[in-house]
C-alpha cells in the first residue's frame, strides 16, 4: 500500500481501511486490493455488498464530501495553500457504519493542470472503470456549470458513454448527479435541466448495433442532489449530508439506490472482475478526448465572461440606475442599460478573440443570459412605475373630464387612447435592446387596469344615481301614500295607483336621460329601468305593510276623532241632546272602512268585496253568526277573494280578531259620554220640584209676611242676592256641577274664599275712587 501521498486525518475513521487502488501513473496495486477485501471481509459478503465511486472536477470537494457522507478519511485539500491536485489515482474505502458493506471509490479529479493539456486519457479511464464496476455513482458538479455545453464532466461523459456501450453489456448503475454549491435556484428548476443534457449526451454518442435503440435507463438510474456550500453553510451543508448518508442504508434492497442487482458480480470475485476490466480499458483508444484547447478556452471564456459579469456588476453608472429604478421611473431607462451591456460584450470580445469560436460564443451567450437577469428586477421595477403612473394619469384625467360634463363613454374611451399612447412612448425608452422582452404583456396588464377602473367608477357610478332617484321615489311616494292610507276612504287605492303611476313615469324619464352618457346595451338599460320600477313598487308596498302592522291604532284614532268632534272638528260637550247611538256606529263604520282599505295591497284593480264583507260581517247584526247560527262566517278564512296570497296584508281571520279587540278598547269611551250626557241633565234642571215649592211657599209665609213688614230686610236680602249672583258668576257654578255633585262642591271649596276677596277688593277700589 502506498500511504506516502495519503495522510489520515482521524482516529475515529481508521477503520475505513482506505487503500490506493491505482495510482497516478494508471497501476492498479492488486495486491492491496487484496489485502482490502481480507480486512474489510469483502469476501464473506456474497451479493450482499456495494460500490460506490465519485468523479468530478479537480478541487470540487469530492474528498470532503466522501469523507462528511461515508465517514472515510481520503485526504482533503488545504484552501490555504492554494487549489491543487490532492487526490491521485484512484483511492478506495469501507464507508464506516453503512449496512450492507459499501466500499467508496475516490477518483483524481478531471481538468487538472498538473496533467497537463493533453494528457486526459487516465480521466476517461478512471470514469470509465468507476462506471462499470460501480454500483452507485456521485458526479459532482458545481450549480454554476449546469447548462454548459464543456462543464460538469459532459465530454468525458460523452466518451465514456460510447465505449461503455460497445465494451459492456447494459448493466443498472445509479448515477447521482450532486450539485454542489446551490445557489437560489429551486432544484425543481435545475434538475430538468441536467437530465435533458444527459439524455442528449446519450442521445448523441455513436452506439453499435446491439444498443442502437437501447434507451439510456437501460444502463443507468438519474438521480440529482443539491447540496449548499460547505464553505459558507456548513451547518446546512453537513444537515443534507446526513440526510443523503441515510439513503446509502440498505442501498442493495428493492427499491434502493443499489436495488437493481443485474449482473452483479459475487463479492469474492471483484478483485479479478475489477482487474480485469481496468486491463481492458487501459488497453483500448478510443478514449482519446477532443482538442485541448476546447478545455483552455472553456476555463478561459468563463473567466473572462465572469469578470465582466463582476465589472457590471459594480459598475457606479448601473448602480446608480438599479436604486434609483427602485423608487422611481428612470428616464430613457432602456437606452442606458443597453449602453452600459454594449461596453461589456465589446469588452468581452476583445478579450477572448482569440479563443476557440464555439466555446466564446457559448460564453458569450450565457454572459449575456447573466447579465439580463442582473438587469430584469431593474427593468420590472421600471414598467411597474410606469404601469403605475398611467393608471394614476388616466385616473386624474378620466375624473377631470366627468366633472366637466362629458359623458361616461366619451370620457373613458377618450381618456384611455391618451395614456395608452403615452405609455407606449414611454416603453419604447424602457426597451432594452439586448433583451429582445416582450412588452405586450405589460400593455395588456395596463389595459386591463384601466378597464377595471372603468368598470369600478362605472359601477360606482350607476350605484349613486340608482340611489339618487330611489331616493327621490321614495320621497315622492312615501309620505302621500302615508297620507292616503291614514285617510283611507273609497277612492284610497286607485289615488295611489295613480300617484305610482305618475311618480314611476317621471322618474324613469329623467333615469333614462341620465344613462344615456354611459352607452349601455338596451338590456342593461332597461335592467335597471325595471329595478327602479320594482322599487316604487316595493316602497308602496312597504308603505302598506306598515300601516297594517299600526292599524289597530289608527282605528281606535280614527274613532276617537269622529266620536268626539262634531262636524266642525269641535270637541263634543255632552249635553243630552247627542244621539250617542248614531255616532258611535258612524264612528265604527268610518274605522271599520279604514281596515278594510289596509287589509290588502290593490296596486292592480282587483275588484274586491273586502269592505262590503267587512261591513257585513262586523257592523250589521243581523249578519252576524251569533244573531243568525244559519249564516256562514265570511271571516272564518284566511284569503280574500280575487286578492292574491302575496297582496294580503290582513286576513279575514285576523280582521276578526282585530275588530274584536279594537270594540274592547273603545267601550269605554262610549261609557264615558253616556255617562256625562245622564249627569249634564241632571245638574240642567236647578229648580226644585213642585211639591217643594208649594210646601215651601206654606211653611215660609210667616217670614215672607215679616219681610213685607220691615223693607230693612228686603235691602239686605236684595244686597245678599247681589253678593251671591256675583260669586255665582265668579265661579261658574253651573259649569263646575256639570261634573257631578262631588266634584263640583271639591271645586267650589277650593275656589270659594279666593272669590271672595276678590269681590271685597274690587268693592274698595270703587269707594276710594269715589272718595
Same mark, same amino acid.
Given at each position: 500500500?502506498?500511504?506516502?501521498?495519503?495522510?489520515?486525518?482521524?482516529?475515529?475513521?481508521?477503520?475505513?481501511?482506505?487503500?490506493?487502488?491505482?495510482?497516478?501513473?494508471?497501476?492498479?496495486?492488486?495486491?492491496?486490493?487484496?489485502?482490502?477485501?481480507?480486512?474489510?471481509?469483502?469476501?464473506?459478503?456474497?451479493?450482499?455488498?456495494?460500490?460506490?465511486?465519485?468523479?468530478?472536477?479537480?478541487?470540487?470537494?469530492?474528498?470532503?464530501?466522501?469523507?462528511?457522507?461515508?465517514?472515510?478519511?481520503?485526504?482533503?485539500?488545504?484552501?490555504?495553500?492554494?487549489?491543487?491536485?490532492?487526490?491521485?489515482?484512484?483511492?478506495?474505502?469501507?464507508?464506516?457504519?453503512?449496512?450492507?458493506?459499501?466500499?467508496?471509490?475516490?477518483?483524481?479529479?478531471?481538468?487538472?493542470?498538473?496533467?497537463?493539456?493533453?494528457?486526459?486519457?487516465?480521466?476517461?479511464?478512471?470514469?470509465?472503470?468507476?462506471?462499470?464496476?460501480?454500483?452507485?455513482?456521485?458526479?459532482?458538479?458545481?450549480?454554476?456549470?449546469?447548462?454548459?455545453?464543456?462543464?460538469?464532466?459532459?465530454?468525458?461523459?460523452?466518451?465514456?458513454?460510447?465505449?461503455?456501450?460497445?465494451?459492456?453489456?447494459?448493466?443498472?448503475?445509479?448515477?447521482?448527479?450532486?450539485?454542489?454549491?446551490?445557489?437560489?435556484?429551486?432544484?425543481?428548476?435545475?434538475?430538468?435541466?441536467?437530465?435533458?443534457?444527459?439524455?442528449?449526451?446519450?442521445?448523441?454518442?455513436?452506439?453499435?448495433?446491439?444498443?442502437?435503440?437501447?434507451?439510456?435507463? %437501460? &444502463? $443507468?438510474?438519474?438521480? =440529482?442532489?443539491?447540496?449548499?456550500?460547505?464553505?459558507? #453553510? +456548513?451547518? /446546512?451543508?453537513?444537515?443534507?449530508?446526513?440526510?443523503?448518508?441515510?439513503?446509502?442504508?440498505?442501498?442493495?434492497?428493492?427499491?434502493?439506490?443499489?436495488?437493481?442487482?443485474?449482473?452483479?458480480?459475487?463479492?469474492?470475485?471483484?478483485?479479478?472482475?475489477?482487474?480485469?476490466?481496468?486491463?481492458?480499458?487501459?488497453?483500448?483508444?478510443?478514449?482519446?478526448?477532443?482538442?485541448?484547447?476546447?478545455?483552455?478556452?472553456?476555463?478561459?471564456?468563463?473567466?473572462?465572461?465572469?469578470?465582466?459579469?463582476?465589472?457590471?456588476?459594480?459598475?457606479?453608472?448601473?448602480?446608480?440606475?438599479?436604486?434609483?429604478?427602485?423608487?422611481?421611473?428612470?428616464?430613457?431607462?432602456?437606452?442606458?442599460?443597453?449602453?452600459?451591456?454594449?461596453?461589456?460584450?465589446?469588452?468581452?470580445?476583445?478579450?477572448? %478573440? &482569440? $479563443?476557440?469560436?464555439? =466555446?466564446?460564443?457559448?460564453?458569450?451567450?450565457?454572459? #449575456? +443570459?447573466? /447579465?439580463?437577469?442582473?438587469?430584469?428586477?431593474?427593468?420590472?421595477?421600471?414598467?411597474?412605475?410606469?404601469?403605475?403612473?398611467?393608471?394614476?394619469?388616466?385616473?386624474?384625467?378620466?375624473?377631470?373630464?366627468?366633472?366637466?360634463?362629458?359623458?361616461?363613454?366619451?370620457?373613458?374611451?377618450?381618456?384611455?387612447?391618451?395614456?395608452?399612447?403615452?405609455?407606449?412612448?414611454?416603453?419604447?425608452?424602457?426597451?432594452?435592446?439586448?433583451?429582445?422582452?416582450?412588452?405586450?404583456?405589460?400593455?395588456?396588464?395596463?389595459?386591463?387596469?384601466?378597464?377595471?377602473?372603468?368598470?369600478?367608477?362605472?359601477?360606482?357610478?350607476?350605484?349613486?344615481?340608482?340611489?339618487?332617484?330611489?331616493?327621490?321615489?321614495?320621497?315622492?311616494?312615501?309620505?302621500?301614500?302615508?297620507?292616503?292610507?291614514?285617510? %283611507?276612504?273609497?277612492?284610497?287605492?286607485?289615488?295611489?295607483?295613480?300617484?305610482?303611476?305618475?311618480?314611476?313615469?317621471?322618474?324613469?324619464?329623467?333615469?333614462?336621460?341620465?344613462?344615456?352618457?354611459?352607452?349601455?346595451?338596451?338590456?342593461?338599460?332597461?335592467?335597471?329601468?325595471?329595478?327602479?320600477?320594482?322599487?316604487?313598487?316595493?316602497?308602496?308596498?312597504?308603505?302598506?305593510?306598515?300601516?297594517?302592522?299600526?292599524?289597530?291604532?289608527?282605528?281606535?284614532?280614527?274613532?276617537?276623532?269622529?266620536?268626539?268632534?262634531?262636524?266642525?272638528?269641535?270637541?263634543?260637550?255632552?249635553?243630552?241632546?247627542?244621539?250617542?247611538?248614531?255616532?258611535?256606529?258612524?264612528?265604527?263604520?268610518?274605522?271599520?272602512?279604514?281596515?278594510?282599505?289596509?287589509?290588502?295591497?290593490?296596486?292592480?284593480?282587483?275588484?274586491?268585496?273586502?269592505?262590503?264583507?267587512?261591513?257585513?260581517?262586523?257592523?250589521?247584526?243581523?249578519?252576524?253568526?251569533?244573531?243568525?247560527?244559519?249564516?256562514?262566517?265570511?271571516?272564518?278564512?284566511?284569503?280574500?277573494?280575487?286578492?292574491?296570497?302575496?297582496?294580503?296584508?290582513?286576513?279575514?281571520?285576523?280582521?276578526?280578531?282585530?275588530?274584536?279587540?279594537?270594540?274592547?278598547?273603545?267601550?269605554?269611551?262610549?261609557?264615558?259620554?253616556?255617562?256625562?250626557?245622564?249627569?249634564?241633565?241632571?245638574?240642567?234642571?236647578?229648580?226644585?220640584?213642585?211639591?217643594?215649592?208649594?210646601?215651601?211657599?206654606?211653611?215660609?209665609?210667616?217670614?215672607?209676611?215679616?219681610?213685607?213688614?220691615?223693607?230693612?230686610?228686603?235691602?239686605?236680602?236684595?244686597?245678599?242676592?247681589?253678593?251671591?249672583?256675583?260669586?255665582?258668576?265668579?265661579?261658574?257654578?253651573?259649569?263646575?256641577?256639570?261634573?257631578?255633585?262631588?266634584?263640583?262642591?271639591?271645586?267650589?271649596?277650593?275656589?270659594?274664599?279666593?272669590?271672595?276677596?276678590?269681590?271685597?277688593?274690587?268693592?274698595?277700589?270703587?269707594?276710594?275712587?269715589?272718595?
Amino acid at each position: 500500500m502506498k500511504y506516502d501521498e495519503h495522510v489520515l486525518f482521524a482516529d475515529k475513521y481508521a477503520d475505513c481501511c482506505s487503500t490506493h487502488l491505482i495510482d497516478g501513473d494508471g497501476t492498479m496495486d492488486v495486491a492491496g486490493l487484496d489485502k482490502f477485501m481480507k480486512e474489510v471481509k469483502l469476501s464473506e459478503c456474497g451479493l450482499s455488498y456495494a460500490i460506490v465511486s465519485i468523479m468530478g472536477p479537480q478541487s470540487s470537494g469530492k474528498s470532503t464530501l466522501l469523507n462528511h457522507l461515508f465517514h472515510t478519511n481520503f485526504q482533503e485539500m488545504d484552501a490555504f495553500k492554494g487549489r491543487s491536485q490532492t487526490t491521485k489515482g484512484i483511492w478506495m474505502a469501507r464507508c464506516t457504519g453503512i449496512e450492507p458493506c459499501t466500499v467508496v471509490m475516490d477518483l483524481e479529479g478531471t481538468d487538472g493542470r498538473e496533467r497537463g493539456e493533453d494528457d486526459t486519457a487516465f480521466e476517461k479511464q478512471s470514469a470509465l472503470f468507476a462506471l462499470a464496476v460501480s454500483d452507485i455513482v456521485l458526479i459532482n458538479m458545481w450549480c454554476h456549470d449546469i447548462g454548459r455545453e464543456h462543464a460538469a464532466n459532459k465530454p468525458l461523459l460523452k466518451t465514456v458513454f460510447q465505449v461503455m456501450t460497445r465494451l459492456f453489456s447494459p448493466r443498472k448503475t445509479t448515477m447521482i448527479f450532486v450539485i454542489r454549491d446551490q445557489t437560489r435556484t429551486p432544484l425543481e428548476n435545475l434538475e430538468p435541466v441536467l437530465r435533458e443534457d444527459i439524455q442528449k449526451i446519450w442521445d448523441s454518442v455513436p452506439k453499435p448495433e446491439a444498443h442502437k435503440e437501447t434507451p439510456l435507463s %437501460a &444502463f $443507468f438510474n438519474i438521480e =440529482v442532489v443539491a447540496l449548499s456550500s460547505y464553505e459558507e #453553510k +456548513e451547518e /446546512l451543508f453537513k444537515e443534507q449530508v446526513a440526510n443523503l448518508r441515510k439513503r446509502f442504508q440498505h442501498s442493495i434492497a428493492p427499491g434502493g439506490l443499489a436495488g437493481d442487482r443485474q449482473g452483479v458480480v459475487p463479492a469474492s470475485g471483484f478483485c479479478f472482475s475489477a482487474e480485469q476490466i481496468w486491463k481492458v480499458i487501459k488497453e483500448n483508444r478510443d478514449l482519446d478526448l477532443p482538442a485541448h484547447k476546447v478545455m483552455v478556452a472553456t476555463v478561459r471564456c468563463e473567466e473572462i465572461a465572469n469578470e465582466k459579469y463582476a465589472a457590471f456588476a459594480k459598475n457606479k453608472d448601473w448602480c446608480e440606475l438599479e436604486d434609483t429604478a427602485q423608487s422611481q421611473l428612470v428616464p430613457d431607462f432602456g437606452n442606458k442599460i443597453s449602453l452600459l451591456l454594449d461596453s461589456c460584450f465589446v469588452s468581452y470580445d476583445d478579450e477572448a %478573440a &482569440f $479563443f476557440e469560436e464555439g =466555446v466564446r460564443n457559448c460564453k458569450r451567450k450565457q454572459l #449575456k +443570459e447573466k /447579465l439580463l437577469q442582473l438587469v430584469e428586477p431593474a427593468y420590472q421595477s421600471t414598467v411597474q412605475h410606469m404601469r403605475s403612473e398611467t393608471l394614476e394619469k388616466f385616473i386624474k384625467a378620466f375624473e377631470d373630464a366627468l366633472n366637466k360634463g362629458q359623458g361616461f363613454q366619451v370620457a373613458s374611451r377618450d381618456c384611455t387612447i391618451s395614456v395608452m399612447k403615452l405609455f407606449d412612448e414611454q416603453c419604447k425608452g424602457a426597451i432594452i435592446k439586448q433583451a429582445e422582452w416582450d412588452s405586450s404583456k405589460i400593455r395588456a396588464k395596463v389595459a386591463q387596469d384601466i378597464e377595471s377602473h372603468i368598470v369600478d367608477v362605472r359601477t360606482a357610478k350607476l350605484s349613486d344615481l340608482t340611489g339618487l332617484y330611489e331616493s327621490n321615489l321614495k320621497n315622492a311616494l312615501q309620505g302621500p301614500v302615508e297620507a292616503l292610507l291614514e285617510g %283611507a276612504a273609497a277612492d284610497t287605492w286607485p289615488a295611489i295607483r295613480k300617484l305610482l303611476r305618475n311618480e314611476t313615469k317621471t322618474a324613469l324619464s329623467k333615469f333614462s336621460k341620465a344613462l344615456a352618457g354611459f352607452e349601455m346595451d338596451e338590456d342593461a338599460k332597461k335592467n335597471l329601468l325595471s329595478r327602479l320600477e320594482g322599487y316604487a313598487i316595493d316602497v308602496v308596498e312597504g308603505k302598506a305593510k306598515e300601516e297594517a302592522g299600526k292599524v289597530l291604532h289608527n282605528m281606535k284614532e280614527r274613532f276617537t276623532t269622529i266620536f268626539n268632534h262634531d262636524n266642525d272638528l269641535m270637541p263634543r260637550t255632552w249635553t243630552g241632546k247627542e244621539d250617542i247611538r248614531a255616532i258611535n256606529k258612524t264612528a265604527r263604520t268610518s274605522a271599520l272602512k279604514l281596515l278594510a282599505v289596509v287589509a290588502a295591497i290593490r296596486l292592480e284593480d282587483y275588484a274586491d268585496r273586502i269592505e262590503t264583507t267587512l261591513v257585513q260581517a262586523l257592523s250589521d247584526p243581523t249578519m252576524s253568526p251569533e244573531k243568525n247560527p244559519n249564516l256562514q262566517n265570511p271571516l272564518a278564512t284566511s284569503k280574500w277573494e280575487k286578492v292574491p296570497d302575496t297582496k294580503t296584508l290582513i286576513t279575514p281571520v285576523q280582521c276578526k280578531s282585530l275588530w274584536n279587540q279594537f270594540q274592547k278598547e273603545t267601550e269605554y269611551a262610549v261609557t264615558q259620554a253616556i255617562t256625562a250626557q245622564k249627569a249634564n241633565k241632571q245638574n240642567s234642571s236647578w229648580l226644585p220640584p213642585p211639591w217643594a215649592i208649594l210646601a215651601l211657599f206654606v211653611l215660609g209665609f210667616d217670614e215672607f209676611m215679616t219681610l213685607l213688614r220691615n223693607p230693612l230686610y228686603v235691602l239686605v236680602i236684595f244686597v245678599g242676592f247681589l253678593l251671591m249672583k256675583a260669586l255665582w258668576v265668579q265661579l261658574g257654578i253651573a259649569s263646575e256641577f256639570q261634573n257631578g255633585m262631588l266634584p263640583g262642591l271639591l271645586s267650589l271649596t277650593t275656589r270659594l274664599l279666593p272669590a271672595i276677596m276678590g269681590i271685597l277688593r274690587k268693592l274698595a277700589e270703587l269707594g276710594n275712587r269715589r272718595n
